[in-house]
């Protein structure tokens, strides 16, 4: 399955170290099918121009295209307003910037939790410094949140910040419950959903979140490109983020005006070509059943954790049913950049350190772990491959 | 799809034209098939929202029938009234309420109906239906 | 010679309702040449992985492609802080918040022009609603700026911001002389270099300026990538803009501490693949003589300017020696949008509008105008095509 | 370029190995070269910064020659400390002032020497330089 899909993915015919590439490294980011890679060639080989009040053909195709990625992340997540960002970490940002300190005072109340992606916090901390907002972190314990200590955190808050699905553990949290926790309380809810969207189809509006943050990058679509989803509620009560370019309405010497659609929230030249592709990857993703690959991928996964575990190594990654194929690792003494660079040698990527979760390794009380992370063009011989290549490593260490 | 006559005869109209720029002449020259709203009458209400150029539409039902007043600074965006105002005036609220756009796309007036192509057109086009159905409520 | 260029420029081949693209939309952004598609393929084909902290070969090759633009932005502009934006917009709300937030107070004065594109207002009319600081607005008198007025604007003001190069007139302000003169009050200075960078090579250091921003989608590179260049002084001022990523050197639960070099202001993953597109882009420019095809594309605009006068138009450029090949125009009685609509039926891309200026637009008395603007790929025969287009939208319409 | 023996030896026996595996276990075998600097003396001012894994360097001039102790987590950190250990130890400053870290791009020992693909060696070999430098104003 994941065999046959390699083929629509041009690096997989690349060598490294004169082994074919096994990429484990798709937390980070996932490599990109053809027809995406060609959606932006030919974008600018063949329609490029500036998009929005525009009449040149051109600047039509442009803006069509332009705006066809953002209808496409409208439909395929059934939200009414999606502002297009760099990625998730600007979408969260913008969340603090655009709702943020607009909506909460010195004193309120925002719950995140331990197991955020640094992009989840110091946004966060930034906003707490400017306008002395509290911060509650909810704690981790063996690798899932503490609900109870959730609901303690949950006592007046105004906003809760969670991440959907943990790029260092690939845990898949209650959303459903911890949302509706939430909003009991009042709170409005962002989730942190760049590991959520490459693995499960997200229905916004049944989900009931205020905010979902997302990045192409991670779901086949190209670098530079990312989306904030928003719902009805909270987009009333957004001022803009940045000014420039398109988002105004008006604007004189004595003040501007804004745009009312999310376009607002996008000051400048957007980011066109990566709209094209990003457009491609979500039709691409459209014809791919996440839910069947889901399930091959977390067997895949849960093989190569038992045979670490049967190795010696540390595991991290639980690897529960809905949690995503994450497998999170150390070596009692080799170092992760060691070991991560004599899999580099026989052509296996995988990712070490903190992955932007310094807090989790201090809950977890390591440095940083060796992650190797599996997408729908993996397949069981990756997997044998890079159980082959471990052995190797533990040859020549030990 | 088939179309009322008199659209018909527009698409049958614009088919024949080959080269775009002739097309666009045609379409202007529909700019005063409009009955115009005088500049005095222009209001934030009849404001067509959206379009790049100015453009106002009032609709009103007379006799049963569908009327309207439009005036644009553009001669395209009056153009496209026109072709609107031959579509729906004289005619039923219902069977207005019955059109769709695309024959504007068929007829290759616009190259697409998206609201960054369709000139304002769309735009129009639904907010004509929308007075339509406020005014038979 | 802009004949020969186009066989660099894949778009070139393409027809607009039947007839060969003349693209005079260069102001809004300008086309790719192969060389810079071919890099984002190239990338995105075979060394596709996120940046930083890379121990994988493919992570190596990508940091090391990212990194690559900017030493070429750092190297050509001669500067020693390249932040990397989305483009000039971002740059300029960057300024405003990691610089304007922390370095000026209620009542300081921020200098600003009449000229000024949307992107170098707005971020300084909200930082004046979040801070009160007051704007200076210079005023443009015959498409000039009013030397005399600036003169008695700087007294006490604390920053200034300039835009190099008009992208509604092309007029070119004396920015080394405005520079002089506000750093004579002490003054901090922003140039927006958006439309300056594609036409003339800029010396950051020898300039003298603090900020220096522009975008990579009009001087032939990719959308969503640009730049901030910083003095070492106005660096040293600055706080963090966005959070989260590789900002950041260590986060704990109770703060972080940031990086001290530009990756302080890039939160998040940073736009790779444009990064290589965008180093594509400056080699290749590295290779053209600016200085020359300046003046042949002025001679150009100057001809089509008077041409236009000749039949009944009104030209705002003045196209003075150093200013950019721009030209903006009105008819006393078509609409702009007609005239642009007429000329695209007949191949010819112009845009229409305010051009993201509505203060000037104001100040010259008009709605919009039509703006035909040349780049290096255009030539002579684009000239006569673009007025005998002319010709016949006058034919039709008078 | 023409290397110091101690390092032409090095280059050689690098670019003898085929296989990229092999040579960084041949490049971990040279952490036993370091003089290491023991746990307790690793401190701020011998940290090697802009390093992934945690790496200490200490330079001194010893009877006119350069003698650097080192320590690294990453054993191929060290191994790299190894290798620059036999480039300097003993050497008289100036000799170390005159190497170019290109001989471990030569070697194949690394892909480039950009910081973000060099595992700390430009980083480590500059932070030696330097050193020396300070040592001998
Ligand atoms: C003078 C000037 N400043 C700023 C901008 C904004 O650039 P961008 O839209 O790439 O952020 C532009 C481009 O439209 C411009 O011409
Ligand atoms: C859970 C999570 N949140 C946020 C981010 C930040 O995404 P980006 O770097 O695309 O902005 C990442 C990716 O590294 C992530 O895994």
């Known amino acids: ?398 | 799809m088939t179309w009322p006559a008199s659209i018909q005869e527009i698409i049958e109209e614009f088919q024949e034209i080959e080269d775009q720029f002739e097309r666009l002449e045609v379409l202007m020259d529909f700019s005063s098939e409009v009955d115009e709203l005088p500049v005095e009458d222009w209001n934030e209400s009849n404001l067509v929202r959206g379009c790049q150029s100015i453009a106002h539409i009032e609709v009103e039902i007379r006799d049963e029938t569908v009327w309207m007043k439009a005036a644009a600074d553009a001669k395209m965006v009056q153009g496209l009234q026109g072709i609107l105002s031959i579509a729906v005036n004289g005619s039923p609220p219902q069977s207005v309420l019955e059109l769709t756009p695309a024959f504007a796309e068929e007829a290759g007036i616009l190259v697409s109906l998206t609201p960054s192509r369709s000139n304002g057109f769309r735009t129009m086009f639904d907010m004509v239906q929308n007075r339509v159905k406020e005014a038979i409520k």
Chains 1, 3 share one sequence.
């Open chain 1, 1 to 398: 399955m994941g065999d046959f899909m390699k083929e629509d993915f041009p690096i997989f015919s690349r060598e490294i170290n004169g082994r074919p590439l096994v990429y484990l490294d798709n937390a980070a980011t996932t490599q990109k099918p053809a027809c995406v890679i060609d959606a932006m060639s030919e974008y600018y080989s063949s329609s490029n121009a500036n998009v929005h009040r525009a009449v040149h053909t051109l600047a039509g195709e442009a803006t069509e295209g332009y705006e066809e990625c953002r209808k496409l992340l409208k439909s395929r997540y059934n939200c009414d307003f999606a502002v297009i960002t760099s990625g998730t970490t600007e979408a969260i940002n913008l969340a603090a910037r655009a709702w943020g300190e607009y909506n909460l005072k010195a004193g309120d109340a925002v719950v995140l939790t331990e197991m955020e992606h640094h992009s989840d916090i110091v946004p966060w901390q930034m906003l707490a410094e400017r306008i002395a907002v509290e911060l509650r972190f909810v704690p981790v314990e063996e690798g899932k949140l503490d609900m109870d200590a959730l609901e303690v955190a949950l006592e007046g808050a105004k906003l809760v910040c969670v991440v959907h699905t943990s790029n260092v553990l690939g845990v898949r949290n209650p959303v459903e419950e911890i949302i509706a926790m939430s909003k009991k309380v009042g709170a409005r809810v962002l989730i942190d959903a760049a590991q959520a969207v490459p693995h499960e189809l997200i229905d916004f509006k049944e989900l009931g979140a205020d905010f979902l943050a997302f990045s192409a990058h991670k779901m086949c679509g190209p670098t530079g490109i990312g989306a904030l989803l928003i719902s009805e509620d909270a987009f009333s009560e957004m001022e803009p983020f940045m000014g420039g370019g398109d988002m105004i309405e008006t604007v004189t010497l004595e003040g501007s005006t804004y745009q009312s659609n999310e376009h607002k929230f996008e000051a400048g030249t957007p980011r066109i070509a990566e709209g094209f592709g990003w457009a491609a990857a979500l039709e691409w993703i459209s014809g791919i059943d996440l839910e069947s690959h889901h399930s091959r991928l977390l067997k895949i996964a849960r093989g190569v954790s038992t045979q670490l575990s049967e190795r010696g190594m540390t595991v991290y990654s639980t690897l529960n049913p809905q949690d995503a194929a994450v497998v999170s690792f150390t070596h009692p003494t080799i170092h992760p950049e060691d070991f991560a660079r004599l899999l580099d040698a026989q052509g296996i990527a995988v990712r070490t350190g903190h992955h932007c979760a310094q807090p989790l390794m201090d809950k977890l009380g390591v440095n940083g772990t060796i992650r190797a992370s599996f997408y729908l063009y993996n397949d069981d011989s990756d997997a044998e491959i890079f159980l082959a290549g471990i052995d190797r490593v533990l040859e020549a260490m030990t």
